[in-house]
Structure formats: structure tokens, C-alpha cells
């Protein structure tokens, strides 16, 4: 098991930036796939962005050329660096595990998760 607790989140204007991060602690933060997700109010949660133990990365088309995702296994963290924020963005941000070198997009397919950190894109 890995226990995962996300940082970073707030208020931003549109155009803005923010940093996430996840710390991990537990079992070997290398050892797992992370990824990015994200539950706007009234909405289902959706797939962000994902990192394999490899370092491959896949985004969600409408974060595509705006968001990074990068991992540190030397500091057991995960980082979403999120440009050109839109109002849309607006939602509870989350981190996620997954005991696997494959990138998955599905959350079923994450064990472990964070507690989510808001983040808040003002027009």
C-alpha cells in the first residue's frame, strides 16, 4: 500500500498557474503508476493526466499542452504543473496509484488515492 496526500491547490485567475504535488509514503513509490484526476461539483470524476514507472506520460485531450505531469522518485512525489488555467478547470484535484507499469486512464484501475486538494479558476 501506498499512502498518497496532495498539496499545492487554491485559488488562481484565468491565464494562471499552480503547482500539485503528492507526496507518497509507503511502498516503493517507484514501483507504481501514478496519475492525476479530477471531480468538478455535480460531475463524475475524470482522468487527468498519468505517469508510468517509466516516465511515459498520457493526458486528457483538454488539458493536452497545458498541464505537466512529472514524478520524483528520489522525493516519493508526483507533480501536476497546470499553465493557462481555464474556469473549467475548477474542480477537487486527486492522486492516484497503481501497482503497474501501464498508464490507465479508468480510475477503477487505481487503488490508491488522495484525500484531493481544490483548485479554483476564477474568470
Known amino acids: 500500500q501506498v499512502q498518497l496526500v496532495e498539496s499545492g491547490g487554491g485559488l488562481a485567475q484565468a491565464g494562471g498557474s499552480l503547482r500539485l504535488s503528492c507526496a507518497a509514503s509507503?511502498?516503493?513509490?517507484?514501483?507504481?503508476?501514478m496519475g492525476w484526476f479530477r471531480q468538478a461539483p455535480g460531475k463524475e470524476r475524470d482522468f487527468v493526466a498519468s505517469?508510468?514507472?517509466?516516465?511515459?506520460?498520457f493526458y486528457a485531450y483538454s488539458v493536452k499542452g497545458r498541464f505537466t505531469i512529472s514524478r520524483d522518485n528520489a522525493k516519493n512525489t508526483l507533480y501536476l504543473q497546470m499553465n493557462s488555467l481555464k474556469p473549467e478547470d475548477t474542480a477537487i484535484y486527486y492522486c492516484?496509484?497503481?501497482?503497474?507499469?501501464?498508464?490507465?486512464?479508468?480510475?477503477?484501475?487505481?487503488?490508491?488515492w488522495g484525500q484531493g486538494t481544490q483548485v479554483t479558476v476564477s474568470s
Open positions: 505517469i508510468s514507472t517509466g516516465g511515459s506520460t
Open positions: 509507503g511502498r516503493a513509490f517507484s514501483d507504481y503508476t
Open positions: 492516484a496509484a497503481r501497482n503497474s507499469v501501464l498508464i490507465s486512464t479508468s480510475d477503477t484501475n487505481y487503488a490508491n
